[in-house]
């Protein structure tokens, strides 16, 4: 218990028997004794369980008596405490109501049965302590004047959420200090809802979730689905799943619509402009496809967050406030010239106001009024007392928010670290906020632009050593935090770059920074966060490039440009190249190389595979000598998914993907989603019941909605149309709110396995016109064949002529499946035409480059379609021997369904025959 109290920053008085009393406040009073006191109260609370005992606690405030050695205090607040405390019942809190004035937005009570004690006229209020809030409301002292017309729309966004039983997102934008956060705070005050707080930090780029996680954390809430509980928990940092941004975002808003259908919810989230985009993805992610249930979201940002999301509904755009308003702002007590000053100064922003009236409370009667809000605050901190004024600085290293522990770790000098926080929050420069340190106590400076004033005021030499030191610190301290990588890497960075700046650059403090980058940029890369991971990757590489080559580093940013910057990726792996041969790194440079081939080979400037896999494959046993396993799995990742794939040569795919996957694994990474794998067991010769076993063992450790897609496509193979419906439809969906990406194509597939080919060929309609619209040229060249692959089935020959052409004109010439595809329709629609020698003649070709692969549904599918050709040029005999040969491939790949309707087929055939 003793520990607990001094924790929190109180002191324990005196042990009677088995009583405790513990006093804050004292010798030092804190702003926030009572909360403090109330914190301790309820984690000793929570504590008794584990100790196996039970005891009760009474809190009071109130002025006492101190000596001056042993510090005993006595006085009324201390008897009323006592009271309080044989009240309670065993493991119960109870306060006094002059402590619950202290606190009252920061913890949830209920009314006890009022105290009769002697002395006291009146019986003494007592409530119940049910639990401290994490994120209390923040405390508004100045009048709130104005804003009529934006109160009202505020509060018709939440009419219309409950009314719609939707989500509603509600951007308000305006300049520093006009008062966005306390436009909304007044909004949803009178609301019956929820209202939960997250906030984004200015530590540069790379902290993605963490408004999320505040936010999560006050919700306390799961979603139902189990996948989406488990990336959850992920995030809060408390088990380690890999997940994707796409995942992230579903999970994120299945709680939110959970929460909201429990109770009507408001999520705020505050300077939204300092948010990765990943985070401003997710937040377009819940404002779309929430539903079922009402939810406010609003984002509180500066004008700069329009250039970045321009499209984002933008219903306040606040300004600043009337002369008439701004006068109402300042208190009767001040009038004459310094009024007018104040005004004028002001420029009609309430911040102005609220740090000028601090200002003159320090002052009393004088106060200099600045021409702008920078100058104000620095006249506010110039009046510091300088140990007050240090203590600022030293939380500023920090951020906006900022511990306690932090503060002492770069001022060790300094013997009153609380005493000088306590005195910075009497005089509003900063107020007591949740920690993100569970162990700490954590403070946030009431505006940001108070903490720049303050950072801002450091020199560049000391910026850099505290930096450093504060990086220390974390790194002892902070081992909860989810990205501590990424944030470590800004303290380094920032510590390095200063360095730089001084003309006295560190290596290894570069190195340092560098590797803590990588690292959250990597993790990043496999959670799909690519934005986050480029930034974080860039920023690494910009500080180790100097210093010597990391090769793998510099090829983890070329694989995330790969399709947003292509030419930019083979840039970066063409240099890396050349700086591993002038370094004699015969490793990283065929390394290198390898990822440059296959660049060249993905943005077709060089389409030769032969080339590509002589490549690699010289690079494999070079790799090995080196222990690169690393290096060893991009290598037969290129082998898997660059070559083997587009030969249609699945069986080598599996093979090399496997290879791939054990190298990952031993090199520390865990890839995600084993597209290559997946495509070779639905593809391949594998048959497809031993397929759907290898499958269900990849699933049960990552169940990703595009290989339960893939999963769905296997039982549709083996006639289980009952399990692959249900299944196909609901990973398509979870597909397409994870990824933004249309499963079109796979439902196509199950279609037309189930005979209905009218839509397979819907869906696959809705497919490439979704490649159209996004540019993907290399998909809409194999599924635009396959669609009028769909219309011949149904007769419809001119509409699929058009689509042949279109594969035969975008398609790669060494891609195999669209190779066949374009060539087995064009022959059916010249067969419907009697053009039956070119007709067979294209089917042969087909036919012909399949039995190339090992694609065994590709082939069967090639000699059906010959098949039919034969036939409709008189050739029975000759329909109905390669009709068999197609029956053996579908036999051999145990598609049942193609199998049976291949052999009914044929034995219609037989039976047509002349004799």
């Not at 009393?364 to 007392?385: I, K, S, W, Y």
């Not at 944030?487 to 770059?497: F, K, R, V």
């Not at 499946?817 to 067979?840: C, K």
């Amino acid at each position: 218990m003793k520990a607990i109290v001094e924790r929190h920053g109180g002191s324990v008085e005196k042990f009677i028997g088995d009583a405790v009393m513990a006093v804050f406040g004292v010798p030092v009073a804190h702003e926030d004794d009572a909360l403090r006191a109330v914190r301790a109260a309820a984690e000793m609370r929570d504590a008794l369980p584990e100790l196996n005992v039970q005891a009760r606690i009474g809190v009071n405030t109130g002025e006492v008596v101190t000596g001056t050695e042993e510090r005993l205090a006595t006085g009324d607040a201390v008897n009323v405490a006592a009271r309080l405390e044989q009240a309670a019942q065993s493991d119960e809190v109870l306060m006094g109501a002059p402590t619950l004035a202290l606190v009252r937005d920061a913890v949830d009570v209920e009314e006890a049965k009022p105290l009769a004690l002697k002395g006291k006229a009146e019986p003494v209020l007592a409530y119940r302590l049910l639990r401290v809030l994490e994120a209390p409301e923040r405390r508004h002292e100045t009048p709130f004047v104005g804003r009529e017309r934006e109160l009202a729309l505020l509060r018709d966004a939440w009419e219309r959420a409950q009314t719609e039983r939707r989500c509603l997102l509600v951007t308000v934008v305006a300049d520093a200090g006009v008062g966005k956060s306390r436009l909304v705070a007044e909004a949803l005050t009178p609301l019956d809802a929820r209202i939960v707080r997250g906030r984004c930090l200015p530590y540069g780029q790379g902290i993605t979730y963490w408004p999320v996680v505040e936010v999560l954390k006050q919700l306390d809430v799961l979603p139902a689905e189990e996948v989406a509980a488990a990336a959850i928990h992920s995030l809060l940092g408390e088990t380690e799943v890999q997940t994707s941004a796409e995942e992230i975002a579903w999970a994120v808003r299945k709680t939110f619509e959970r929460a909201a259908s429990e109770r009507l919810l408001a999520l705020v989230f505050e300077d939204v402009q300092w948010g990765e985009e990943t985070f401003l993805d997710l937040i377009e992610h819940v404002a779309l496809l929430s539903s079922g249930a009402p939810i406010l979201l609003a984002c509180l940002a500066r004008p700069e967050l329009l250039e970045r999301r321009p499209q984002w509904p933008v219903a306040l755009r606040l300004g600043p406030l009337p002369a008439d308003d701004v006068e109402a702002l300042i208190p009767r007590r001040i009038g004459g010239e310094l009024r007018q000053r104040m005004a004028r100064a002001a420029g009609g922003n309430p911040l102005f106001i609220t740090e000028m009236l601090a200002m003159t409370g320090e002052a009393e009667t004088q106060v200099v009024v600045p021409p702008n809000l920078q100058a104000l605050l620095t006249a506010r901190l110039d009046r510091l007392d300088p140990s007050e004024r240090r203590v600022l600085e030293r939380g500023a290293v920090e951020g906006e928010i900022f511990h306690r522990g932090a503060v002492q770790a770069l001022a060790p000098e300094e013997t009153q670290v609380t005493p000088r926080l306590a005195a910075l929050v009497r005089k509003e420069l900063i107020e007591p906020d949740a920690p993100q340190l569970s162990s700490e106590d954590g403070f946030r400076f009431r505006h940001l632009l108070i903490r720049d004033a303050a950072y801002d005021g450091l020199p560049k030499a000391s910026r850099a050593e505290l930096h450093e030191r504060l990086a220390c610190w974390l790194e002892e301290q902070g081992g909860e935090l989810v990205e501590l990588d990424e944030i470590l890497g800004y303290h380094l960075e920032q510590a390095a770059l200063f360095q730089a700046e001084l003309g006295q650059s560190d290596p290894a403090l570069a190195q340092r920074a560098g590797k803590r980058l990588a690292a959250g940029g990597r993790r990043a890369r496999w959670r799909g966060d690519e934005g986050a991971a480029s930034s974080l990757l860039e920023r690494a590489l910009g500080l180790t490039r100097p210093l010597g080559l990391d090769v793998h580093l510099e090829l983890d940013l070329a694989w995330i440009y790969r399709f947003s910057a292509p030419d930019e990726a083979l840039a970066i792996a063409e240099a890396t190249a050349e700086r591993a041969r002038d370094e004699d790194d015969e490793a990283g440079e065929l390394l290198a190389r390898v990822v440059a081939a296959h660049q060249r080979f993905v943005i077709g400037e060089q389409p030769d595979v032969d080339g590509l896999e002589t490549l690699a494959r010289s690079a494999l046993p070079v790799l090995a000598q080196a222990d690169d396993d690393a290096g060893l799995a991009r290598v037969w990742d290129v082998l898997a998914y660059g070559v083997a794939i587009t030969r249609g040569r699945f069986d080598e795919c599996a093979q090399a993907a496997e290879q791939a996957l054990r190298h990952a694994r031993l090199a520390g990474d865990e890839p995600r989603h084993l597209f290559s794998l997946e495509s070779a067991l639905v593809n391949g010769p594998r048959p497809a019941d031993e397929a759907l076993r290898v499958l269900d063992a990849v699933l049960s450790e990552n169940p990703h909605p595009g290989s339960l897609l893939r999963r769905a496509w296997l039982l549709a193979m083996l006639g289980r149309f009952d399990e692959a419906w249900p299944l196909a439809h609901e990973a398509a969906a979870r597909h397409r709110e994870l990824t933004g990406l249309e499963s079109d194509a796979n439902l196509a597939e199950i279609a037309s396995l189930a005979g209905n080919e009218e839509s397979a060929a819907g869906y696959l309609r809705a497919f490439c016109d979704w490649c159209e619209v996004h540019g993907q040229h290399d998909w809409l060249s194999t599924y635009a064949p396959q669609r009028g692959r769909a219309l011949c089935a149904l007769g419809r020959y001119e509409e699929a002529e058009p689509l042949a052409q279109l594969g035969r004109k975008l398609g790669n010439k060494q891609d195999f499946a669209t190779q066949m595809l374009w060539r087995q329709v064009q022959a059916l629609v010249q067969a419907s035409r009697g053009e039956h020698a070119q007709a067979e003649q294209l089917a042969r070709e087909a036919v012909a480059i399949g039995e190339q692969t090992d694609a065994l549904n590709f082939q069967a599918a090639a000699l059906c379609d010959l098949a039919e050709v034969l036939q409709s040029a008189g050739s029975t005999d000759g329909a109905a021997a390669t009709l068999a040969q197609a029956l053996d491939r579908y036999e051999r790949k145990a598609n049942l369904v193609m199998a049976d309707r291949t052999r009914t087929r044929l034995a219609e055939l037989r039976a047509s025959a002349p004799r």
